[in-house]
DNA sequence: GAACAAGCTGGAGCACACTCTAGGTCAAGC
DNA sequence: GCTTGACCTAGAGTGTGCTCCAGCTTGTTC
């Protein structure tokens, strides 16, 4: 596994130390590990979790991730790779390329969706200027844009 | 079956028709009328819903709205505005501004949080090419970024 | 006028991603 | 050794956005 740390030095952290550095609720993390979404937690004697730094940087990827619209069952692809150590590593850099090319393909479709939007506020914006209500005109002959 | 005229003028649509045109479902369709989203909608005598040219535009609209990220509830205040006629053009030009700002923010966002990932995947791409496995650390130092 | 396609309504069901509750355990401080 | 607060598990509940089903009506075609 990738267990962080066996001389438990720098960093040894509960869960609501890192649900609070985190920005997320304490709920959400355990959730995020039934997931599959946590790789490398150990318990203590207690049988409480325990983190460490790493899961900090962790979760800040995760979040990115799922930001960029990569579901919960992709994180868990990548977190089950990340699992497997080493050996997996072309595998983690396919799943990340291919993420980053859908998400830059999906920027590309959000500005080309803005383009009408802009059309209508400039619309909205001439029709204002020029005295609103005058040459108004039934919805059937469908105006520059459907309005 | 598709008429699609009973020689009304320029167009008299039914629902499978416009579903078909617009890419959606029936169901769907349906469904956002039931939302409050789809103005203009009358009936025929055999209480079919009829539609013009006018809903392929509009369900565009909305279509780009949605993929932008603007939520069921932000599109029925809009179409509520559209229904009251040209006294809310400005309020319908408030509302599409805004959602245009909150559009590049995302996009901004997204960006951002690419980079992250953009260093994971130049950071795999040199591990994998510096022999895999050698210079292997114990991920307690935290790589670049949690890897 | 019978068959059949297309439409109708009301409401159930689903996938996703959380979010929270109930009821209990554990560790540390006093 | 008792209180307090953080933590535990299992599972129920929520909001969003559809998606579909059952059972019925309407319009068209032969």
């Known amino acids: 596994m990738m ?3 066996t001389t438990q030095a720098p960093s040894a952290l509960h869960i609501g ?5 985190s920005g997320r609720s304490v709920h959400t993390i355990r959730w995020y590990e039934m997931q599959g979404l946590m790789p490398g937690v150990v318990r203590d004697r207690g049988r409480r979790r325990v983190y460490s730094d790493y899961h900090i940087g962790w979760l800040d990827l995760m979040e990115r991730l799922r930001l960029t619209g990569m579901s919960i069952r992709q994180l868990r692809e990548y977190t ?3 699992k497997q150590g080493s050996a997996s590593l072309p ?8 993420h980053q090319l859908r998400v ?3 920027i590309a479709k959000w500005t080309e969706a803005l383009t009408l939007v802009d059309a209508k506020v400039e619309f909205y914006d001439e029709w204002m200027a020029g005295a609103a209500g005058q040459r108004f005109r039934r919805n059937s002959g469908r105006a520059p844009g459907a309005r």
Do not use: F, Q, S, Y
């Open 3 to 5: 267990d962080a740390r």
């Open 80 to 82: 089950t790779l990340v």
């Open 91 to 98: 595998k983690r850099r396919a799943l990340l390329a291919a």
């Open 17 to 21: 130390e890192i649900a609070r550095r």
């Open 104 to 106: 830059h393909a999906m």
